[in-house]
Structures are given as structure tokens and as C-alpha cells.
């Protein structure tokens, strides 16, 4: 029977100790300050940026949301990036994604400050993070490596990531191989995705698809890190079958409150660590 990695806790604890950051920056005058630029009506998009401005308000940054419906030009929000890129009290810039059709998600990411990618998102934050070098660190991933070294060492085990997006899959898999692990990535085209699965030591599931993962392709005593996002019949499901998976592996991510809550703190830890910066 598993442990339930709760990611709510770990987060919360987190928080506690961005907070005391937040609080000797504004002892020198510096208030954090988050810009979050939402297109649209999405109901799952508008409650994450719920979720961002809360933990925001918690930790004292100083948050905006820029609410635009979805025939916003792109020349409008480039206009709009490029004056929060010039406005010196703005720390951090995050356009939520995804965006309407008309609008090219790459060149909007690539018009950010790559200083103030608090999603850390530009090609120049990820080509530091796979130099292994200091830099803004995507919110997901780092909130994944966070969790995961609440379990394990990192340094030596087998990580298998099921996934590939530029948003999780890669950038998580480059993180960890940082930190010293074997690293396989899967995908749609891996012939045979539960031999791969069932070597890992660290299974990562971030594919979008409920029930992806049974427990027979997990080895026993794996930890196992859920990111799906799922909605099955009205509730939050991740990737992983996580009842049958509980009892076979040693540890386990719960959806909701596992990964999503240090995604959102993660993100905190970026706007405060750009304050810092001066
Ligand atoms: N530029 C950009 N940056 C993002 O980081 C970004 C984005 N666009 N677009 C959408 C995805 C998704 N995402 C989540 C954040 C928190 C939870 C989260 O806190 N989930 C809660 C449950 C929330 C609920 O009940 O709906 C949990 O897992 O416990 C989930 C998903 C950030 N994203």
C-alpha cells in the first residue's frame, strides 16, 4: 500500500517559505508582482487562474489578471507583452495557454522577456535549464522534481516519462537527467509502452488520458507521478488507474491535490526569485 504524496501539504509548506522571502522583500521595498494575461472563457482555464491569484494573495505577491475575450488580435497582445516587458515593476509574465486558433502560441512565448518567463517557457530558459545551468525553471516540472525528492534520491534511478509535450514531458525528463537519473521517454509511438513502464523506479504519466496507466505496468514499489488532468463524468481523474496503482507501488500522486498544487506554487517561487534578482 502506498504512501499518497500529498501535494497539497508539500505546497502549503512551500508557500511558508516563499512567504518569509516575500516579506523581507518588501522590507526593502520590492513587491513581487505577477501579471497573468487569460484569453477567453475557458471554465478549466479561468479556475486555474483562480488558483494562481489565491496562492498569490497568500503569499503576499501582488497578482493581476488581464481578462480579454477571444477576438483579441495577436498584434493587440504582443502590444500588450511588450509594455509589461518594458514596465519595470512588473516581475512576472504569464499568458495562459492554451490560446485561440488565430493567435501563434510560439511567437507570443518568444516575445516574453525571457527575465520575466515566470512560466519558464522561452527557448532561452530552456535551453539554459537543459545546460543545466541557473535560470526560470517550467512551474510543472520543478514542482514534479520537488515532489519526487520528498520520496527518493533522484541520482542513479530509472525515470521513465510517459509523454512528450513541451510543457511537461521534455523539459521533466531533462530535470531529472540533471539530477543524475536514467531517463527513457515514452510516447503514442512506443511499441511497448508497459515493458517500458515497468522498469521504472520513478514513473511520470503525463499524456492526458484516463486510465492510461494499469497496474500491471507499474513495478512494485515505483513512485509514481501523476500529471493527468482529466475530466470523467463530472470529476478531476489523472493518467494512472490510481486505485490498483496505490496498492502495488510505494508512493503515489492523488488528482486533484497532487502535482496541480505545486505547479501554482512553483510559479510563485519563479515571480519571487525574478524580485530577487533586483
Ligand atoms: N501559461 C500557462 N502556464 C501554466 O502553468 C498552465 C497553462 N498555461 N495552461 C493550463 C495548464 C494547467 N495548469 C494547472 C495548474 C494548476 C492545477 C491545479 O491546481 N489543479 C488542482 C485541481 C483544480 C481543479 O479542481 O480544477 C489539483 O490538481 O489539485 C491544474 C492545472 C497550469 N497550466
Partial sequence: MAVVIDGKQVAASYRATLKERVTE???????????????????????????????????????????????????ELLDLIDLMNEDEEVHGILVQLPLPKH?????????????????????ENVGKMMLGLDTLLPCTPHGILHLAKTQTEIAGKHVVVVGRSQIVGKPVGMLFLNESATVTYCHSKTADLGAMTRQADILIVAVGRASLVTADMVKPG?????????????????????????????AITPVPGGVGPMTITMLMHNTIEVASRG
Fill in 25 to 75: 522583500l518588501r522590507a526593502r521595498g520590492i513587491v513581487p508582482k505577477l501579471k497573468v494575461v487569460l484569453i477567453g472563457d475557458d471554465p478549466a482555464s479561468h479556475s486555474y487562474v483562480r488558483g494562481k491569484e489565491r496562492a498569490a494573495e497568500e503569499i503576499g505577491i501582488d497578482s493581476q489578471v488581464l481578462r480579454f475575450d477571444e477576438t483579441i488580435s495577436e498584434t
Fill in 103 to 123: 493567435i501563434d502560441e510560439s511567437r507570443v512565448i518568444m516575445r516574453i522577456s525571457p527575465e520575466k518567463d515566470v512560466d519558464g517557457f522561452h527557448p
Fill in 222 to 250: 515505483a513512485v509514481v507521478i501523476d500529471v493527468g488532468v482529466n475530466r470523467v463524468e463530472g470529476r478531476l481523474v489523472g493518467d494512472v488507474d490510481y486505485a490498483a496503482v496505490k496498492e502495488k507501488a510505494s
